[in-house]
């Protein structure tokens, strides 16, 4: 019994495979066996079922109906088991393997530069691949196995772990010499007589500039000479507000080095919003890959994710 649906097995992975790699050659080339012994399997496993899986030609080789509505079931059956192996056999082993994280660009320049060189060291067998983006992307989709994204942006049906500064805040500053030549604002309303520097999301939206104190809440849609991409210029609208071309509005930690070193000067910090920090997320509906386990359980040692939301993790 239990050899036979070994065989099974193989001859399911063998149509998996041939089907996936479009054609019998290249799938042996792939698992360095004979072309011919693949054949034999996929035809074993239509005489099993009874109906023709490939359609085989000279040209190509291409899943019939029957063939395609059986990898749909079988292919995330087969990534299962072969991640469930490969987690048994790295048990008590270092982890090893690709983890790929898709994160918004102030994660990537705030938060990964503290872990990732140490998780690195640490797991020197794991490559990490950052896709770092201001949209909001569905992680599975784009081939990530997890991401970072903050609260109001996770996907249903995910595992959130916290990580990086539990609060944050979006900071205002300009140059003291901008300042002293256009003058400092008392209140956020104030703001738009002055050159605002001006974020846009990729997909065109405007970033708004949100300010409260108290009961008190003001929103501003900020206008000036510089409009960059939120996500990817952002090192330029800094640059220029350093220079002394307007008002920015920031991550605090972003901009905090300028504080210190006096180059930007910070305006109506009693108004800054504070709102909670990010969280790893990534699918509870399929086993975790060893190298994002690895990061899971680096991020839990190294006491990064400090008091949030509770990790929905069973």
Excluded at 13 to 18: D, N, Q, T
Excluded at 123 to 139: F, G, H, K, L, W
Excluded at 178 to 195: E, I, K, S, T, V
Excluded at 292 to 312: C, H, M, Q, T, V
Aim: with cysteine.
């Amino acid at each position: 019994m239990a050899k036979r649906m070994q065989d099974e097995l193989g001859d399911l992975k063998a149509f998996a495979r041939v089907a996936g790699a479009g054609g019998f050659r290249q799938a042996a080339r792939e698992l360095q066996v004979s072309a011919s012994g693949l054949s034999d399997a996929v035809r074993r496993l239509e005489e099993r079922l009874g109906v023709r899986l490939l359609h085989r030609t000279t040209r190509s080789i291409l899943p019939t109906w029957q063939g395609k509505q059986l990898l749909a079931r079988i292919e995330p059956a087969i990534a299962d088991l072969e991640l469930a192996l490969a987690t048994v056999s790295l048990t008590g082993a270092q982890a090893a393997g690709t983890l790929r994280l898709n994160v918004p660009v102030n994660s990537a320049r705030l938060f990964l530069p503290r872990v990732l060189p140490a998780f690195l060291q640490r797991y020197p067998r794991v490559t990490v691949e950052v896709v770092a983006q201001s949209d909001v992307v569905d992680v599975l989709a784009a081939g990530c196995d997890a991401g970072i994204r903050y609260g109001e942006r996770l996907e249903q049906d995910m595992i959130a772990l916290p990580v990086g500064p539990r609060i944050q805040r979006f900071a205002t500053a300009a140059s003291p010499s901008y300042l002293d030549a256009n003058g400092r604002p008392q209140h956020p309303q104030d703001l738009p007589r002055l050159n605002c520097l001006c974020g846009r999301f990729s997909k065109g939206g405007a970033e708004i500039w949100q300010y409260q104190q108290g009961s008190e809440i003001c929103r501003i849609v900020p206008q000036g000479s510089l409009v960059y991409s939120a996500g990817t210029a952002v090192d330029l609208a800094v640059s220029a507000a350093v220079s002394g071309l307007g008002v920015i509005y920031l991550f605090e930690e972003w901009l905090q080095p300028y504080f210190d070193s006096g180059e930007l000067e910070p305006l109506l910090a009693n108004w800054w919003q504070a709102f909670p920090g990010p969280y790893l997320y990534y699918s509870d509906r399929r086993l975790v890959p060893p190298p994002l386990r690895a990061f899971i359980d680096f991020i839990k040692s190294e006491s990064n994710a400090g008091p949030g939301k509770p990790d929905d993790e069973p």
